[in-house]
């Protein structure tokens, strides 16, 4: 897989949501690095208000979350947005196959696997941001 640099990511809007407040915090992080605007949410009901504040061009949702399903949360974060095709990075520690297969019907979307290095979430970022 090729590196993605940060220019290439700069400037682009990223909404983060994942219910463990470490990880969340580091990949925010890993966006802010490459100079992304970075906003974050524990859950689905949080993403959702966050998803009517601003116009987000990526959306990197852990599919695990408290109060749903990482994969219908895209799908109501896309209506919200009324951007039917809004890019997202699903991140998950169990990616089996069925998981690969829901997000294959999704459309817009990739999974990367946790543990994950920072470079590998950048890069899965910029080429879902068409980079």
Request: aromatic share 4%; hydrophobic share 55%; charged share 20%.
């Given at each position: ?15 983060v949501v994942?219910?463990?407040?470490a ?12 100079g992304c605007i ?6 689905c009901?949080a ?6 504040a ?18 219908e949360l895209a799908?109501?974060?896309r ?5 039917p095709?809004?890019p997202v990075?699903?991140?998950t ?9 829901s997000?294959?019907?999704?459309g817009s979307a990739?999974?990367v696997?946790?543990?994950?290095a920072?470079?590998?979430l950048?890069t899965?970022?910029?080429?879902m941001l068409?980079d």
């Open positions: 897989m090729i590196a993605a640099s940060p220019s290439l990511l700069a400037g682009a809007s990223v909404l994942d219910d463990d407040p990880l969340r915090a580091l990949v925010c992080a890993f966006f802010e690095c490459a970075v906003g974050s949410a524990p859950d009901a993403a959702e208000v966050r998803a009517g601003a116009a987000w061009e990526l959306a990197v949702l852990d599919i695990d979350l408290p109060d749903g399903n990482g994969i799908r109501r974060l209506a919200l947005a009324a951007r095709d809004l990075v699903f991140v520690g169990r990616p089996d196959a069925a998981r690969r297969l997000i294959a019907g999704v990739v999974l696997p946790k543990p994950f920072s470079a590998e950048l899965a970022a910029a080429l068409g």
